[in-house]
């Protein structure tokens, strides 16, 4: 099948894109991912959503870098995942800093502060 209309015509050249940027690049976009995300995201998770709206809505012609534009994607999905458990402890780190007790805990030391 050929690509006839302009649309066919930038998912095609977009593919081919994202499959070179992908052979050439991708170590790289995980170690940017696992930096941004820290301990708990998974950084092949995040390339792979990158890649993923990479070919739904990049646009060749928009004048945007293609390995830019899937670095600050897969940056942004890497900081938008945050699991429950993470999220959880958040919560919990904050409360100890404002000094909240959780139950099964001993208080804490006076003296240790």
Not at 44 to 68: K, M, N, R, T, W
Not at 87 to 103: D, I, M, T, V, Y
């Amino acid at each position: 099948m050929y690509a006839t209309t302009p649309e066919q015509r930038r998912a095609v050249k977009v593919r081919e894109l994202a499959a070179t940027l992908y052979t050439e690049r991708c170590r790289y976009l995980r170690s940017i991912a696992r930096k941004q995300g820290g301990r708990g995201v998974d950084p092949d998770e995040a390339v792979q959503e990158a890649f993923a709206l990479f070919i739904a809505h990049y646009d060749p012609q928009g004048g945007s870098p293609p390995l830019a534009w899937l670095t600050l994607t897969a940056k942004r999905d890497a900081e938008g995942h945050v699991t429950g458990e993470q999220e959880c402890e958040l919560a919990k780190a904050l409360a100890r800093k404002l000094g909240w007790q959780f139950r099964g805990e001993s208080a804490p030391d006076a003296d240790a502060g």
